[in-house]
Nanobody, 121 residues
Framework: VQLQASGGGLVQAGGSLRLSCAAS????????MSWFRQAPGKEREFVAY????????HYAASAKGRFTISRDTAKNTLYLQMNSLKSEDTAVYYC???????????????WGQGTQVTVSS
């Protein structure tokens, strides 16, 4: 699976962004898809995942209520709608694909290249 993340940018606090992750290669629909992020000087951290059917989603506490993960299997695309952005959301955001439902970086087999999100206060 090849993953290509896009949609990052500079936004003011309180604003919104929608990230996309285009997948190609193996059957996208059978993977759990996730978003992680990594701020400067910090470890990569889990943001949200969605299982292959789209029926189950899970969010980090920091994302719950503000971010929404979704997937369009027909378009082989994963999304992350981010609302009410805060300065602490500033990070490089990565999409990832794996065969298990996990919040652990180590459980994901495929990674996108990352897209920068910068939230100005």
């Amino acid at each position: 699976v090849q993953l290509q993340a896009s949609g990052g940018g500079l936004v003011q606090a309180g604003g919104s962004l929608r990230l996309s992750c285009a997948a190609s290669g193996r059957t996208f629909s059978r993977y759990t898809m996730s978003w992680f992020r990594q701020a400067p000087g910090k470890e990569r951290e889990f943001v949200a995942y969605i299982i292959w059917s789209g029926d189950i989603t899970h969010y980090a506490a920091s994302a719950k209520g503000r971010f929404t993960i979704s997937r369009d299997t027909a378009k082989n695309t994963l999304y992350l709608q981010m609302n009410s952005l805060k300065s602490e959301d500033t990070a490089v955001y990565y999409c990832a694909a794996g065969t298990v439902q996990s919040v652990s970086v180590n459980q994901y087999d495929y990674w996108g290249q990352g897209t920068q999100v910068t939230v100005s206060s």
